[in-house]
Nanobody
């Protein structure tokens, strides 16, 4: 059974930075894509960033390009989301997710992510 445990959320002022971590167990992320989603109040869930199992390909939503960086450490079986220049509109619950398609390099369809963490709150004050 896959378990994902996020940490690193909190309250930060606009312009500040946070780093989210997602520790995985039960499945090695060296063989599966990882992603970060977020859900803001009264908004749809949004795919924020994703990284291929190879670690060499990434995806970012337009709203976070140039500010957020997704990465992973295979040795620690942990994924990260570095968030810089945070804005009030980044306020949301952030979830990490792992794909169920082993060694798949065909993109980041949200439907392929079937393992989820419990979420961590990020609040950016303006």
């Amino acid at each position: 059974q896959v378990q994902l445990l996020e940490s690193g959320g909190g309250l930060v002022q606009a312009g500040g930075s946070l780093r989210l971590s997602c520790a995985a167990s039960g499945r090695t992320l060296s063989r599966y894509a990882m992603a970060w989603f977020r859900r803001a109040p009264e908004k749809e869930r949004e795919l924020v960033a994703a990284i291929a199992w190879t670690g060499t390909s990434t995806y970012y939503a337009d709203s976070v390009k140039g500010r957020f960086t997704i990465s992973k450490d295979n040795a620690k079986n942990t994924a990260y989301l570095q968030m810089n220049s945070l804005k009030s509109e980044d306020t949301a619950v952030y979830y990490c997710a792992m794909s169920n398609r082993r060694l798949y390099s065909g993109g980041y369809d949200p439907a392929n992510f079937d393992s989820w963490g419990q979420g961590t709150q990020v609040t950016v004050s303006s």
